[in-house]
């Protein structure tokens, strides 16, 4: 495996979502531009919660976006290990028992805000005597574990976000360790990432505070600290957050309306920096001068009309013998299939759009606003429509023609041809279209 590791760890008690896809997708990009691998390690330590249904949901949003992560681990495999690190950190005083009920969390917490204090909390459990303790267990009250922070500054050089410094005196002693034994995220992470080698941690900020809990841990347990990166988080265009509608849209979402994986690679991986968002063909024309120093601090304006537009442009450049087993899946195959996808790809906005045009070509009949059309002028294009050749110059010739004789031209001459073949007011260009239509249809289809 590569020095240089990373992991993207997601929790199988959802679908991935888009603000999920970015963070694989920013990983994923960096460990290319740094020659490294990423991991994917499921936190699947609340049991409650996780489903193999969101498991294998997970992997296939991954196979999907074609990324290959050079491992795959699960987090309740390892709870063997966890315990043991949990029974350390217990017996060198790292951790500590807690007993308070949430109601009287929330009563402290409202105390404080109310005298203008931070709701931090008191570390009250630490002055507990032994026969308070004992009168807990003997009451079936089981504690809960916190983590009895070191209450100084701690400070890293971040990936994204240069120096940074978090005072630990500023928040509460995290709790770690739920009182029906089950592990929260952030103690089986660490323990993780030394296990797994991880070099380099890249997460939203909201984990910023968060990090300064694990640089502890890392230090406590003697390991090597990784180097963390934080990236902005995802708000809505106009900069408001993000609504529950979009900012749960799941990768499922977006890959049933079409959007090609490399427009969401493209689009996740530029957003929010100081690049401009540009249709690549693949990972590696991406990964180029790559920097996660060029992500802004900025909150990264999400539009779902910019993906859209530059899925357009991605699929613009997709080859036919690319989709050809895509476009045969849409029973668009035969003699002429290659011939349509290149007439008909740079007006579309995705790939299940094609479908639309190759049941107009296959169609006897098309639903036509006959009021929006005049019998006369379709007379005279019945009449000089040429016999032979049918060819890339068929179009030109009699559209002269019709020209000379009606004296129509741009639109007025175009707009009728293209309604009586087609029944829409724009599309592909009808000097290719027509020749899949072929001229018997054509004629038909002027026929009203």
Not at 117 to 141: C, F, H, Q, V
Not at 184 to 197: A, E, K, Q, R
Not at 200 to 225: P, Y
Not at 315 to 325: D, E, H, K, P, R
């Amino acid at each position: 495996m590569a020095d240089n590791k990373l992991r993207f760890a997601p929790s199988p008690t959802g679908d991935l979502h888009i603000g999920n896809a970015r963070t694989l997708i920013l990983n994923y990009v960096y460990s290319k531009s740094i020659l490294g691998d990423l991991i994917l390690r499921i936190d699947d330590t609340d049991q409650d919660r996780s489903e193999e249904k969101y498991y294998r949901s997970i992997i296939k949003d991954i196979e999907w976006l074609k990324i290959s992560p050079s491992a795959i681990e699960k987090q309740s495999s390892k709870t063997e290990k966890y315990a043991e690190i949990r029974d350390y950190l217990i017996k060198e005083g790292h951790l500590y028992p807690c007993y308070e009920t949430d109601e009287e969390l929330n009563r402290l917490r409202k105390v404080s805000l109310s005298s203008g204090l931070p709701p931090i909390y008191d570390r009250a459990s630490l002055k507990l005597t032994k026969d308070e303790i004992k009168d807990y267990e003997s009451n079936g009250i089981k504690p809960y574990w916190r983590f009895k922070l070191d209450r100084k500054t701690i400070t890293w050089n971040d990936l994204v976000r240069g120096e940074q410094s978090i005072a630990c005196d500023s928040f509460s002693d995290p709790v770690l360790i739920r009182a029906d034994g089950t592990f929260l995220y952030t103690l089986p992470s660490v323990v993780d990432d030394i296990d797994m080698g991880i070099t380099h941690i890249l997460r939203g900020e909201d984990h910023v505070s968060n990090t300064a809990t694990q640089i502890q841990l890392f230090r406590i347990l003697g390991s090597k600290i990784p180097n963390f990166g934080h990236h902005s988080l995802m708000v809505q265009k106009d900069g408001s957050r993000m609504s529950k509608r979009i900012g749960s849209m799941s990768l499922k979402d977006i890959r049933d309306r079409g959007i090609e994986a490399m427009t969401l690679i493209n689009y996740c991986a530029r957003i929010g920096t100081s690049d401009a968002i540009e249709a690549f063909q693949s990972i590696d024309e991406l990964v180029g001068d790559y920097s996660l120093t060029k992500i802004s601090r900025s909150p990264a304006r999400f539009s779902f009309d910019e993906i859209m537009n530059l899925n357009k442009k991605i699929i613009q450049n997709i080859s036919f013998q690319t989709l050809a087993t895509r476009l045969s899946e849409l029973g668009i195959d035969g003699n002429y299939a290659e011939m349509f996808w290149d007439t008909v790809k740079t007006n579309i906005n995705t790939v299940n759009e094609a479908q639309k045009w190759w049941s107009i070509i296959k169609n006897d009949k098309i639903n036509i606003n006959v009021g929006e059309l005049n019998r006369d002028f379709l007379k005279v294009a019945q009449e000089a429509l040429p016999n032979i050749p049918w060819d890339d110059k068929t179009w030109s010739i009699w559209t002269e023609e019709i020209s000379q004789v009606t004296g129509l031209k741009g639109r007025e001459l175009f707009l009728p041809l293209r309604i009586a073949l087609t029944g829409e007011n724009s599309g592909p260009e009808l000097a290719s279209f027509i020749l899949l239509l072929g001229r018997e249809l054509v004629l038909d289809r002027l026929n009203i």
